[in-house]
């Protein structure tokens, strides 16, 4: 018996329920939305990177955005993008790339510079290289090689980040700000702005935004509503989708500092020192080369005493010399309590939405998903959220998939956020059980968790091949329909206009 190659790249039989034919046929259609869309990065790239030619790039961007909002006002949208964080701001590349007929709002004013996550894996980095990012990232970040555990001041155990050859193959530490503001420079934002309700219906979505300034009312309506606006989504509520999990009770601080005793730490790695039930993180960031992001834990009491309801410090320098205290307490860092910048405070936690898709309203990023810091997941799974979404969307007007394909973005990102959450809650527990065992000097490969798609050179077609691999019946349906009626109307037998497409179809498997 013959065999064959099947989508999903293992040995089948002729007698697998796989249509080749078909397969090829999509391939096709979706080949040709490739080379476009490489073709535009391409130019868009030269534009970005040339200086000579960034007022007239500027000056397109602008003219773009004007055309947008009189479409807003007149016509319809195809998407509205809700946040502009890093999932928002690379949903709007990707639309830009497919040529969508898109808007971004946030309710923001400006960057938040506050200090958020630093980590950028290197499947994530070939996603970006894909829309031309990676020489502005690589200029912007630093290597980041290796994590050592430490236990009352002991090394328990060293991880290492394997790095490849190239600047797209690495994992990496660049600051939030710093990458949102280079995904900014592509597409335009609409700020100020803050979704306030929206309704959809079986055609489009109705969306009332408010400027938070002035207080002054827009109505949009779009094909699609993306939600990327946070943990706390305001969609998501709307929508009355759960977010079940766990929240830590406890606080915890991030900010950033220049470190001036430091004489064991290097630049290229990150440390996690744990010292009578606190726990600190420190990593790297790219500036001078004396510069970190400080992760840890405090006492309840210790934010209720210090800190006011909007997050801010009540006396700044007296919690900057206890922050710094914490510090030295927990590691043998010196750090510059006037050098603190970046100052937040946070629950950790670990959640996920039931569902990521209700009819035209999708949820991506911590609207849909957060996870415990271990593993650094959060803003990697945002931007294949991103990927994984935007090719759907602009496939949609290929009649041969529409709703289905769209549905498999669902299940397929709620599965992969299932299996991050488990990953990173064992992460967040072997970290803890490390706490008071005797040094070991243990040193491990990093081991991570990814769609297929981040690792291939082509996402497009791969990605397209897992996700096939479910509507396949339903399609090939289709194409036994369309041939029975063609051969029927030439007076041909239906049972052999359907041999016609393929010897490996076997109907009685789809029906």
Request: with cysteine.
């Amino acid at each position: 018996m013959a065999s064959r190659q099947n989508i999903d790249g293992k040995v089948g039989t002729s007698e697998s329920p796989i249509n080749n034919g078909l397969f090829e046929d999509v391939h096709d259609i979706f080949q040709q939305e490739i080379d476009i869309c490489l073709l535009s990065l391409k130019e868009q790239g030269s534009k970005r990177n040339n200086a000579d030619d960034r007022d007239t790039y500027q000056a397109e961007l602008n003219n773009e955005t004007n055309q947008v909002n009189e479409a807003s006002e007149h016509g319809l949208l195809t998407v509205l993008v809700v946040g502009a964080g890093p999932a928002g701001l690379c949903m709007a590349n990707l639309l830009k790339t497919y040529n969508q007929h898109f808007h971004v709002i946030d309710a923001k004013t400006d960057f938040d510079n506050r200090s958020k996550a630093t980590g950028v894996h290197r499947n994530t980095l070939k996603l970006f290289d894909k829309l031309d990012f990676i020489e502005a990232i690589t200029q912007e970040s630093i290597e980041l090689n290796a994590n050592s555990i430490y236990s009352e001041g002991q090394l328990l155990k060293k991880t290492v980040f394997p790095q490849g050859a190239t600047n797209n193959d690495k994992n990496i530490c660049i600051r939030q700000q710093s990458l949102e503001r280079i995904l900014a420079d592509n597409v335009s934002i609409d700020r100020g702005k803050r979704l306030i309700a929206f309704q959809q219906n079986d055609t489009h979505v109705t969306a009332t935004v408010e400027e938070t300034s002035t207080k002054k009312r827009q109505e949009f309506q779009a094909q699609y509503l993306i939600a990327c606006d946070g943990a706390t989504s305001m969609v998501r509520k709307e929508l009355g989708i759960s977010f079940d999990g766990e929240t830590t009770i406890g606080w915890s601080f991030c900010f950033d500092a220049k470190a001036t005793s430091h004489s064991e730490m290097n630049h290229s790695e990150m440390t996690m020192h744990m010292n009578n039930g606190y726990r600190l993180v420190v990593v790297p960031i790219p500036i001078n080369g004396d510069s970190y992001r400080f992760y840890g834990n405090i006492t309840k009491q210790w934010h209720d005493d210090h800190i006011n309801q909007d997050g801010t410090p009540k006396n700044p320098s007296k919690a900057h010399e206890h922050l710094a205290s914490f510090v030295l307490e927990r590691s043998p860092i010196v750090i510059d309590s006037n050098s603190i910048t970046g100052l937040s405070f946070y629950h950790t936690a670990s959640r996920i939405a039931s569902k990521m898709r209700d009819k035209r309203v999708f949820l991506i990023g911590d609207a849909a998903h957060i996870f415990f810091p271990a593993g650094g997941y959060g803003l990697n799974t945002a931007i294949e959220d991103a990927f994984a979404l935007a090719w759907r969307l602009a496939m949609t007007k290929t009649s041969l998939f529409k709703d289905a394909l769209l549905q498999t973005f669902n299940e397929e990102r709620l599965k992969n956020a299932q299996q991050i959450k488990d990953d990173s809650t064992q992460k967040k527990k072997d970290a803890a059980s490390l706490q008071g065992q005797p040094s070991a000097s243990e040193t491990e490969n990093e081991t991570q968790i990814y769609k297929k798609s981040a690792r291939l050179e082509n996402i497009l077609p791969i990605d397209i091949c897992e996700s096939i691999k479910s509507n396949t019946r339903s399609l090939a349906q289709d194409r036994i329909r369309i041939s029975r009626s063609a051969v029927q109307e030439e007076g041909i037998s239906a049972e052999t206009g359907a041999n016609d497409l393929g010897s490996d179809v076997d109907q009685n498997d789809w029906f």
